[in-house]
């Protein structure tokens, strides 16, 4: 059209310097959209040895960090203007001596699961010879470590169950399931709870939102790890309202007399709350 003609530069070199500042921009885009998060993370002062870097150890343990370079914890950063990439020893602590005997001296801090057992007076923890994974964790994930210190919460502290069980830190997200998996996650709740599977034939909605919709995933003060107390975890979902009369309305039912007897699933109404292979208002 004869506007767009006007707007096109006439001489060759002005076109290519448009064509130019074109190239640029994809160029910054493919960049910044490409481009991985950091964070900066204050680490731990191990005496004798020094942080060298998550560079170092492609050379030994090629294969992890071939698959390391996906996952969240790759962009920890060290402080200070000479920052290194400290995701491996975020973790394992500075890697000097290990690196420098070949492999010989173990990293710093080795892991074990459960929480270490307190030691001298006044029951503190010991420090750098058996630091476990779930206070590697817990270094910055402080308010997880709240939640495992709530009544009902996850065999953490007690050594049965590991973060990494659920939360994989050498390989992509840090979250088993995230992402594009939309089923894994529940999935990875199911290696455990295996009767909540099932095949139902009259499935509770709920369950296709995912488990943490009604469970707190570490830990909670409600029993089962519920988000929210008794019949007020249903109601979040299954609206009520009250009609002249007196009555209560869920789902056109009226509950004005059966909210008195119970959470929904303990009053001998709805106990199959993951789903029914008999009865659509889950019951067994």
Known sequence: ?????????????ARRFVCAIGVGLVLLTVISCSSISRRAVALPDVPGAKYIGSGECEQCHEEICRSFKTADHAGLIAKGKNSLGAGCESCHGPCSLHSDSGGDVKPPYSFTSGR?????QGARLPL???RAVETVCYQ?????????????H???????MTCIQCHPPHQGIAHAGGSTQLLSQEENCTHCHEAQVGIFVFEHEAVREGCTSCHSP????NPKMLT???????????????VPGGQILIGEVDHSTKLTQGACW???????????RVSPTLRF
Do not use: T
């Open 1 to 13: 059209m004869p506007y767009l003609k006007l707007l096109w530069p006439q001489s060759r070199r």
């Open 116 to 120: 270490p057992q307190p030691m001298g």
């Open 128 to 130: 750098e010879n058996a």
């Open 140 to 152: 910055c994930h402080l308010d997880v470590r709240g939640q495992f210190n709530l009544p009902n």
């Open 154 to 160: 996850h065999p953490v502290p007690e050594g049965r």
């Open 218 to 221: 570490h830990g909670s003060i």
């Open 228 to 242: 929210e107390r008794d019949s007020n975890l249903c109601l979040k979902c299954h609206f009520q309202r009250q």
């Open 266 to 276: 303990s009053a001998g109404c709805h106990e199959a709350v993951h789903g029914s």
